[in-house]
Nanobody, 119 residues
Framework: VQLQASGGGLVQAGGSLRLSCAAS????????MGWFRQAPGKEREFVAV?????SYADSVKGRFTISRDNAKNTVYLQMNSLKPEDTAVYYC????????????????WGQGTLVTVSS
């Protein structure tokens, strides 16, 4: 599975961005799709996952929404009320293990897209 993430950029605090991740695999709908992020000098951390149900990290709950369009093999991350601490490279990933918050459960990763939130 090849994943291509896009939609990152520079935004002011309080603003919004929508990330997209297009998958090459026709069996896209069978994978759990997650978003992770990695800030400079920090570990890669879970953000959200969609696998029939959705789940979010506490730090983004109520501000971010994950959704997927299986017909387009695409997963989205709508990010609202952005904060400077949301600044990171965002990665999409696919897991055959179902809904997971653990990055080691993900088999395929996109290249990452940078989100910068200015104060």
């Amino acid at each position: 599975v090849q994943l291509q993430a896009s939609g990152g950029g520079l935004v002011q605090a309080g603003g919004s961005l929508r990330l997209s991740c297009a998958a090459s695999e026709r069996t896209f709908s069978s994978y759990a799709m997650g978003w992770f992020r990695q800030a400079p000098g920090k570990e890669r951390e879970f953000v959200a996952v969609s696998s029939g149900i959705t789940s979010y990290a506490d730090s983004v709950k109520g501000r971010f929404t994950i959704s997927r369009d299986n017909a387009k093999n695409t997963v989205y991350l709508q990010m609202n009320s952005l904060k400077p601490e949301d600044t990171a490279v965002y990665y999409c990933a696919a897991s055959g293990y179902g809904s997971s918050h653990v990055k080691d459960d993900y088999d395929y990763w996109g290249q990452g897209t940078l989100v910068t939130v200015s104060s």
